[in-house]
Structure formats: C-alpha cells, structure tokens
C-alpha cells in the first residue's frame, strides 16, 4: 500500500513537472495552446458526459425492468448496469470543476457513506416517491451509492426475492431523478440555457475577450491541470489510505458491489485521458497534454504516460475486495 500511495504522488509530482517547470504547482504564463485546451472539452469532458448521461439511462430502464419482474436475471442486469455507469463518472473526476460543482451535481450523483438510519427511516414512511421527492432529500440518501446499496446489499447479498415493493419504488425514483441530473450535467456543458453559453465553449474561448471564467489559455490549462492532480491525491490519500489506515469498511467507496477497485483504476484513467486528450470508451481523440510536453521533452512524456500505467496496475493488484483488502494489508504490502 505504501509503494502505490507513493507511486500516486510520485505521479502527481511528474505532472507538476511537466507542465509548470522544476517547483512545478502552475502553467507557464506564455501556454499559448488554444487546440489542447478545446480539444480537452471536444474529445474528453463532453464525450464522457454524454457516456454517462446514456449509461445512467441504461441502468434506468433496467430498474424499471426489474421492478416489473423481480426477477434474479433482472436483478442480475440491473447490477451489471450500474457497474457500467459507473465507468464515464470515475472517468469524469478527473475535471469536477465547472457546472458539476457550480450546480452541485457531484454530491447529487456520488455522495457517500450512504445513510443507513435516514435510508431506513425513508422506507419506513408513508411517502410517495417520486424522482422530485428524491431530489429534495439529502445527498447521502440518493444517487450511485444508494442505488448501490439497494440493488447489492451488504456484501453483495442481495437477491431478487429480498426486494420489498418500497424498495423498488424508492430505486425507480432514484435512478428516474439520477438520469435528470447526469442529463443536465451533459446539457450543462453542450446547450446555451438561461442566457449561459455552453461550457464547452466557455473552456474553448479561455483568454478571448469577455471571458471572466479563463482570461486567459493559462488558467485553462491550470484549471486542467488541478482536476488531474486533484483526483491523484483524492485516490492516493482519501479513497485508498483514509479506509487503510482505519481499517474501516463504512469508508470504502463502492464497497456493496465490490467495485471500489475498478473505481480506483478508472479516477486514475481519468487523469490519463486528460493527458492524452481522447477517451477509449467513446473512441475520442484530440490533443492533449501529452503531445504538448512531447514537443519539448518526450523523455518526460515518456515518464509521465508510464507511471499513470503504473499506477492503474498497481491498484489492480489489490486483491479484491478492497473492503476486505484494507484488513489484510500483508497481502499487498511487500
């Protein structure tokens, strides 16, 4: 565990390096790449918004699927669909700046522990669910990891026949108000409304005139540059030590369906696509930071494509489950 929290910051620190000379921590003030920068909203924000936005509709139909049938097959693609929408938002923390934090998405979307005794309390009213009931309850009450929790159980032992009819309602509501949000997030960022111009094109005109969001192609960059050193140092030091440390399952993110590792692996692929301007997934590809460091130092480029592989294999040796990793840290830990 101690290599990969170093291999994480040592990762962090090369794309310091990499972008803001020997102290690192900032872009020169000459970054004069108007490409990279919109590149980076063309062919990586927006294309993994708008995988999710479909995803979140998948798992959607899914649970409505199941709640129809209640069935171990049902059950079974529900689950299967929340692990796939799971992929474009862990992909997507590599930039939670913009309208995902202005608007408050990210909490509506990813909080977590969940809220066993306010959850409990919900099911045990008399309430009507709907996805405008769900909205207005508190974050940890709803979105992925509730929906989590519900559909895996605790140790991933739920089946079809455990689910109670409120269950299903409150899920159905859950996942209906989760495909409203993920869709405004992509609409944020691709449609002009209330008088705002897409953020797409707010990122794409950094330093243009009138532009008090980016004055200049630098803060977009550095803006970039955050997000991917954020995400670093969030897996590093909250996601992956804050559990280890305690040894306490509660703080284990995805931990019901035991897909805390891949959420790891695919935070760090999120900074990897940043880098590389394209996204896998969506068959995407743009410039990115990489081909701009390359022009200058490909020896770096080299180093910095290397370690963000590294560190993705590195998490993926974990024996799974992470919740059960984080008792038995002998197992990775030599």
């Known amino acids: 565990m101690h290599r990969l929290r170093l291999g994480t910051v040592t990762l962090t620190l090369t794309l310091f390096t990499a972008c803001g000379g020997p102290k690192g921590g900032s872009v020169p003030q000459a970054f004069s790449d108007r490409q990279l920068v919109a590149d980076f909203a063309d062919h990586v924000v927006v294309p993994t918004y708008g995988l999710l936005a479909a995803r979140v509709a998948a798992l959607d139909a899914a649970v409505r699927a199941l709640a129809a049938s209640r069935g171990p097959a049902e059950l079974a693609a529900a689950q299967a669909a929340w692990v796939q929408a799971r992929v474009p938002w862990e992909q997507a923390e590599g930039f939670l700046f913009g309208p995902v934090d202005s608007f408050g998405y990210d909490p509506a979307i990813d909080s977590w522990p969940v809220n066993h005794t306010d959850l409990d309390a919900v099911l045990g009213s008399s309430a009507a669910f709907t996805p405008a009931y769900v909205a207005n309850l508190q974050e940890t009450q709803k979105g992925f990891h509730t929906a989590e929790y519900l559909l895996f159980g605790v140790g991933r ?30 609409g944020q960022w691709t449609d002009a409304a209330g008088g705002r111009p897409p953020y797409r094109d707010v990122v794409a005109t950094a330093g243009e005139a009138g532009n008090s969001a980016y004055p200049s192609l630098t803060a977009a960059a550095q803006e970039i540059l955050g997000g991917m050193i ?65 022009e200058s130092n490909a020896e770096l480029d080299g180093r910095v494509r290397a370690e963000i592989q590294a560190a993705i294999d590195a998490i993926g040796a974990i024996p799974p489950p992470f919740r059960d990793a984080i008792h038995t840290p002998s197992a990775y830990d030599d």
């Not at 109670?164 to 405004?184: G, H, P």
Request: hydrophobic residues 40%.
């Open 157 to 186: 032992s739920k089946t079809a026949a455990g689910f109670t009819s409120r269950e299903l309602e409150y899920l159905t509501a859950l996942t209906a108000e989760l495909v409203t949000v993920t869709q405004a997030l992509k």
């Open 230 to 294: 954020g995400i670093c140092d969030e897996v590093a030091n909250g996601k992956i030590a804050d559990p280890y440390d305690a040894h306490d399952v509660t703080l284990v993110e995805s931990q019901f369906a035991f897909n805390s590792i891949a959420d790891f692996q695919d935070n760090v692929r999120s900074v990897q696509n940043a880098y590389t301007g394209s996204v896998a997934a969506a068959g995407t590809g743009g410039r990115g930071l990489s081909a701009h460091v390359a």
